[in-house]
């Protein structure tokens, strides 16, 4: 397996690795020179010598299954004196919104308001490239580019005057008094940490964690912001299957992850430990208790307190895709354990626009790169909602399937613009819920306008929202999709021409159970809602709207009006 890995550039170069242990150690005097300058400023010239922060990674880098270019997620704990929000990010109680004298050009300018803050600090930093506070997330972070490095850091204020030099973090003790975002960042780091403790070979589980990892990547369900799977949910399935498999080689092990998920009853429970309560008053997860978890279609559950599901994300439809390409790729491993086939089947990576004949296009813009990447970045997080709001609308008859990538116009501005795409179908029979509703139709499609109307509402809660911050929602069959999206790249175009005498049968067209030709000819069939087989079409109320491209029957649902100038829903 690791021949594998190393195949497809799973491990980064040695000075790759030297320069993040680099950035690490830079990072860390940064953050040392600000905890002292803080404190004295907070404190007094006493307690500012024995001012102390502890810096702590997470992620794919502590469980040690990073790739070239991943990022670094870190997280910085100090005193009870240091505020997330005044001595972290520099906000002073500014509201983000326009007029405000923090907000410059329309994006919040953190170094506006506390110039003596870590933000404004870090931003004086000559190898830091770029970088954006983000404390509206639900883990709020600030994420920046050193010597080349994306880091991921959060902060978290612990009910201590001194922080002690190797700080335990496993102590459940250490919650008293946090906020959910503090909590949610304290238990990346416990669980990252606890895994080795509960894995019989941690070098086995790194092994196939990277494999499942590019797995994941490869066929289109790595987002666990879109529903799918994210890195901690596949480090605690991997570790449960290693747990079931004590002795058994990486290889193995690879092959029954893939049996014994393609197997699992969901929505059963997959937990690496019993559920603990602590008693310190933080919600676990416990359907018994809460009937909320009753709801949650794939619950992974993290093994330290408090434990939650992280998988809460999933949805109808992508739950019915990942199980679609667990059976598919426990299907390939037993014909590579039969020698009919190569590991490198496996990891042949899936053409999205290939899957499906009609697709919701989600533009995204901006005034600048800066309003760009936080705009983005929230609608991103939040494109789940939509999933959710049109399964609803149309009572579960229409399955979406989100593209976990995002792309840009090569004849648009790239700083000012992104694209997200969703494909649609009619959903499985199986999968079509009762409701007490019927869906919202017009006879030959259904009318999605509802759904949208309230993602835009949800967009419009961000409160660094700005006028230049807009966003599209249109649908398009295969046809009209730009055309950087489906014609070959020049050096893959001869490739294709060669296969295509022996792709007759149409298997292009076949992956995740699509059942016709996906080559998006024009003589494609319309999508029907009563006895046909394409999905209903997004229909718009605002017909007469355009937005600048030539997109034959395709209307936009636009993101701007009344409530939104503000930034306010």
């Not at 990073?66 to 505020?83: K, N």
Request: some cysteine; charged content about 30%.
């Amino acid at each position: 397996m690791a021949q594998v890995a190393r195949g497809f550039g799973l491990y980064e170069p040695e000075e790759e690795s030297r320069r993040r242990e680099e950035v690490l150690g830079r990072l860390y005097e940064i953050l040392q020179r600000w905890i002292k300058a803080t404190t004295e400023r907070n404190m007094g010239a006493d307690f500012a010598q024995e001012a102390h922060v502890e810096l702590f990674t997470f992620g794919s880098y502590r469980l040690g299954v990073h790739t070239p270019g991943s990022d670094l997620d870190t997280l910085c704990i100090g005193p009870r004196h240091v505020s997330r929000d005044r001595d972290f990010f520099g906000r002073m109680g500014s509201t983000g919104e326009v007029g405000d004298p923090a907000t410059a050009g329309g994006v919040l300018n953190l170094c506006g308001e506390n110039k003596e803050s870590l933000y404004c600090l870090l931003e004086g930093v000559e190898d830091v490239e770029t970088i954006v506070g983000v404390p509206e997330a639900i883990v709020p972070e600030i994420k920046m580019v050193f010597l080349g490095v994306e880091i991921d850091l959060a902060f978290v204020s612990l009910e201590l005057d001194v922080i002690p030099r190797g700080v335990d973090v496993m102590k459940p003790t250490i919650f008293r008094n946090l906020d959910d975002a503090s909590t949610k960042s304290l238990n990346g780091v416990r669980v990252a940490a606890y895994l080795f403790d509960l894995v019989p070979n941690v070098e086995s589980f790194r092994q196939v964690l990277r494999c499942i990892k590019l797995w994941s990547k490869v066929r289109g369900v790595y987002s666990n912001v879109l529903g799918f799977l994210g890195g901690i949910n596949m480090a605690i399935l991997v570790a449960r299957v290693c747990q079931l498999y004590p002795n058994a080689a990486p290889s193995t092990l690879l092959q029954k992850f893939f049996t014994v998920w393609d197997m699992w009853k969901w929505p059963s429970p997959v937990l690496l430990a019993p559920i603990v309560d602590e008693g310190l008053g933080l919600k676990i997860w416990d359907p018994r208790r809460n009937p909320i978890d009753k709801r949650d279609l794939m619950p992974i559950i993290t093994p330290t307190y408090p434990c939650q599901n992280s998988t809460y994300n999933v949805t109808v439809s992508t739950l019915h895709i990942m199980k679609q390409e667990l059976s598919n790729a426990s299907r390939v491993c037993a014909s590579v354990a039969k020698g009919e086939e190569k590991w490198d089947k496996l990891f042949e990576r899936v053409d999205f626009f290939k899957l499906h004949k009609n697709f919701l296009q989600i533009k995204v813009t901006a005034a600048s790169a800066e309003e760009l990447k936080k705009w983005s970045g929230f609608v991103f997080s939040r494109l789940r909602k939509m999933i959710e709001q049109i399964e609803d609308c149309t009572a579960g008859t229409l399955h979406i399937h989100p593209c976990t990538e995002e792309f840009q116009d090569p004849g648009l501005d790239a700083s000012t613009h992104c694209l997200y795409y969703m494909g649609l179908k009619k959903a499985p029979k199986d999968l079509i819920r009762t409701r007490m509703y019927a869906p919202q139709s017009t006879g030959k499609s259904f009318d999605l306008n509802a759904a949208v109307d309230i993602f835009r509402r949800i967009l419009y809660n961000f409160k660094e929202h700005t006028p230049t911050m807009d966003c599209f929602v249109s649908s398009m069959k295969h046809k009209d999709l730009p055309s950087f999206l489906t014609e070959p790249k020049k050096e893959e175009k001869k490739g294709e021409e060669e296969k295509k005498v022996g792709n007759e049968n149409g298997e292009d067209g076949k992956e995740n159970g699509e059942d016709g030709k996906e080559n998006g000819e024009s003589g494609a069939k319309r999508p029907r809602t009563e006895e046909g087989e394409g999905p209903p079409a997004l229909e718009s109320k605002r017909g007469g709207e355009e937005d600048g491209e030539k997109q034959p029957e395709v209307k936009r649902a636009r993101a701007e009006e009344k409530e939104g100038a503000n930034g306010s829903a």
